[in-house]
């Protein structure tokens, strides 16, 4: 008989998986075998969960229950080392995973190299200070004017198994293995991890508790949804969280991310600034200079008021350039002068390497471009 596996056992919870061995009358055990050959030892296929009896894996597999591992179907590799992993899922859709071999300028300073000693026990490729960048969409329905992902409109939502496969399949490829081995999440790939909440932070639970990577390695950037962020900040186990602000003030937010109208940017940094942070956790704001548009010192001093009172940092992001798009980069010197600015009001400000601009990969890039010609 034909059939299509469709049920993935990537995202199913401890308990769910409790649930599925104890229906077909296995013991309950079977659910924590499970739970470690799909997570800890993330597995490609079922005839890899060795602990399980052989009739049982083939059970499941006549049932129509598969890993669910995503499967790499491009790699382009930067010259500066990132990888853009170009990801296939179950119905033939994409999306892209971003590998960042010494993670990014913009993360120093924020208290994450408290984990070092860790590396040091881990042997010289653990030292790597690797971050992934993952994918929430298939594509993205906030339309900001300056990111190429809008221009793909939204498909439709990850499944928690198919962000938490993204991962699982970069690791395996990278051959790096967490906890032994310290890797940073960011979920700032392709489309808003607000607009698919549930699933996200099912993702979230599962990362920390299954592949064992904390918390507090993890970064989540929203376009300001703002009752998602009240919702963030009542959850116990959460990732850190970073706000796209990329402007100053009403007028040029709503002309460069449409969403502002919805939630204007005072209800977004009412929302910042009840944020309940943790011991020294920041809030990161990023902000993407475009040449011209928001990159002017005023709008720099006005960016310190906004931003005043609450514990955060600014994360200024050269705009990556794409053809359709109607902004350009400004100069490395007015940039600098924008940071020197808010640096001089006391707000800790860091001006991010482009990563992986070559092949397509930078902030912004991501609208799985195959032809790589320059
Ligand atoms: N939807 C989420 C996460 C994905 S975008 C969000 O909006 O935050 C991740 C970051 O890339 C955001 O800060 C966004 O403002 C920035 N970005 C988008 N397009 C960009 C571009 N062309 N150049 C530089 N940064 C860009």
């Known amino acids: 008989m034909q059939f299509t596996p469709t049920n993935s ?74 990888v853009r992993y170009l990801i296939e899922l179950a119905d033939g859709e994409t999306v892209e995973t971003v590998w960042m071999p010494e993670g990014d300028d913009g993360e120093s300073g924020d208290g994450s190299e408290a984990g070092d000693e860790m590396e040091l026990r881990g042997g010289p490729a653990a030292r790597r200070r690797a971050t992934i960048c993952v994918s929430s969409q298939v594509g993205c329905a906030v339309n900001c004017r300056f990111c190429l992902t809008a221009l793909l409109g939204v498909k439709r939502n990850l499944a928690a198994g198919e962000i938490i496969g993204q991962i699982a399949a970069v690791l395996r490829d990278q051959g790096v293995q967490p906890p032994i081995q310290r890797v940073n999440l960011v979920f700032m ?53 970073a706000i796209s602000l990329n402007a100053s003030n009403d007028t040029l937010r709503s002309e460069v991310m449409p969403l502002n109208r919805k939630w204007n940017l ?5 929302a910042a600034r009840a944020f309940p942070l943790r011991p020294r956790e920041r809030l990161t704001f990023e902000y993407v200079l475009l040449d011209a548009v ?51 009001a006391g707000i800790p400000t860091f001006l991010r390497r482009p990563r992986g601009r070559d092949i397509f990969a930078a902030c912004g890039q991501l609208k799985r471009t195959v032809e790589i010609t320059s």
Request: aromatic letters at 8%; hydrophobic letters at 40%; a negative charge.
């Open 9 to 82: 056992l990537l995202g199913l919870s401890f308990q769910e998986l409790t649930s599925l061995v104890v229906d077909s009358g296995q013991p309950s055990y079977r659910a924590q075998q499970l739970f470690d050959a799909v997570y800890r030892q993330r597995i490609e296929t079922l005839d890899q969960i060795s602990t399980l009896p052989r009739d049982y894996r083939a059970q499941l597999g006549e049932q129509g229950w598969s890993v669910g591992m995503p499967v790499v179907s491009r790699k382009f590799v930067s010259n500066d080392g990132t």
């Open 294 to 344: 928001n990159d002017a010192p005023e709008h720099a001093r006005e960016l310190a008021e906004l931003v005043r009172g609450v514990r955060a940092k600014i994360n200024l992001i050269a705009l990556n350039p794409g053809a359709e798009l109607p902004y350009r980069t400004p100069a490395q010197e007015r940039m600098q002068t924008f940071q020197q600015i808010l640096i001089g």
């Open 189 to 241: 790939g392709m489309g808003e991890p607000f607009l698919n909440y549930e699933n996200f932070m099912k993702s979230v639970t599962l990362l920390v508790e299954g592949v064992g990577i904390p918390e507090s390695r993890m970064t989540v950037s929203t376009a300001g949804i703002v009752p998602r962020i009240q919702d963030f900040g009542r959850e116990t186990v959460r990732p850190k969280l």
């Open 266 to 270: 005072s209800e977004l940094m009412a």
